[in-house]
Every structure is written in C-alpha cells, then in structure tokens.
C-alpha cells in the first residue's frame, strides 16, 4: 500500500509522513516539482520575466518649525504620509489599469486576471475604493475585489469620489463590506467571485499569496 502526500508548502509533520529521512536525520521531500521546471513545462506563467520596477521621487514642502528626529523613524513617516496620499494612490491605480486593460486582460485568451498586492490593510481599502472609482469612469466592464483580515476602523481622511457610495467618514469596513457594496452577492467567497467576469482585479494584502490556485491570475 503506498501513501502519496502533496503540498507547496510542506509542514515538518507532513515532511516525516511523506518524506525521506537523511543521513543526519532530516525529512525532505521525496520529489520536488520546482516553479522554474512548471515555467519550462508551460504549467505556470513565468510573473517575474516582465518584471518592472518604477523609480520616483519626492519634494514634501516644511510648513512647521525644525524638530530633531531620528533619521530612520523620520523617513518612515515621510513615506508613510507619500504612499497614503490620495494623489499617489490615483496615480498608481492609473499605471496598473492601463497596463491590465492594454495587457493583462488580454492574457488567457481574453480572460487575464491580476492581483494587486499593496503595503497594509489600510491600502487596501485606499486602492480599492480609488480602482473602483477609476474603473467606473473608464467604462469598463468589470471591477475589483479586495481580500484583507479584520476590520479597518477611521477611514476618515480621504475623500474619493464614488459615483453611487461615498466612503464614510471615520466608518469601519471589512473585505465583505467593500465587496458587497461593489456587487458580490451575500455567501459567495472571494476565490469564487474572481471567477465572475464582473471581477478581473483582486488587491491584497498577507492573503490569497500561498496556496492560492486561481489559473487566469
């Protein structure tokens, strides 16, 4: 009788149930199938060989009086205030739609999906609610879901400009309030909802990144 276990992120337990053990008494796997081989094989869309990264820079203007800070705590809040700006998401959002409308979406034989994977849980919600706005303007024929833990409370210092619901000032939400309000149905998870046509975009952050299968991502 032969007893076959698979998995992409082996735990110890299933690596001494199913592995091999070493010489110096380690479990490995029996066999491993590696990304770079699926790649080769055409099992798994090689994500990284368009790869591109986007350089920027920044000039805040000082309105206050000089205060001594550490340098490191001082540049983290610097970045923190540029990436949470409603000017850098509505810019960023606008590079990643035009490349998934003139790109992605045409992937697959027309059925490209994309995630878009942001710092925090506070940016999901910036993102998604921005993408929302922008993808409504542009007419296009399907929208975005968002995927984060918990709940976000105090939203309260951006306004966007949503055609139907206006984000509310200082409410808390949830993934399944976002999605809801932007049309998934009550009961229908969000791995099922990315198989809709109406969902091409799903932005993310610390979920769906292992273990996730979603072929036309």
């Known amino acids: 009788m032969s007893f076959f276990g698979f998995t992409g992120t082996p ?3 299933t690596l001494e149930l199913f592995g091999r ?3 110096d008494g380690r479990f490995v796997p029996f066999h491993s199938y590696t990304m770079k081989q699926s790649i080769a094989e055409g099992f798994t869309l090689d994500v990284l060989k368009n790869y591109t990264t986007y350089s920027r820079w920044f000039k805040l203007v000082q ?3 000089d205060k001594q800070l550490p340098e490191g ?3 983290r809040q610097v970045v923190n ?3 949470s700006h409603p000017q ?3 810019q960023k959002v606008k590079i990643i739609l035009q490349q998934f409308v003139g790109k992605t979406s045409r992937t697959i034989n027309g059925k490209g999906r994309a995630m878009v994977v942001v710092r925090s849980r506070y940016h ?3 993102f998604q609610q921005e993408m929302v706005r922008q993808m409504r303007e542009m007419g296009l024929p399907y929208s975005v879901l968002v995927a984060f833990s918990g709940t976000i409370k105090g939203i309260s210092n951006i306004e966007y400009r949503m055609s139907n619901d ?3 000032i200082g409410r808390e939400v949830t993934e399944g309030i976002l999605n809801r309000e932007n049309g998934l149905q009550n009961m229908v998870s969000i791995a099922d909802g990315l198989k809709d046509p109406r969902y091409r975009i799903l932005v993310v952050s610390n979920k769906f990144q292992t273990g996730f299968d979603e072929p036309m991502l």
């Open 11 to 13: 735990k110890n337990k």
């Open 63 to 65: 309105t206050g009086d």
């Open 73 to 75: 705590k001082a540049m």
């Open 166 to 168: 206006e984000l509310r």
């Open 88 to 90: 850098t998401i509505e």
């Open 124 to 126: 999901c919600v910036l």
């Open 21 to 23: 053990r070493t010489a």
């Open 81 to 83: 205030f540029v990436d």
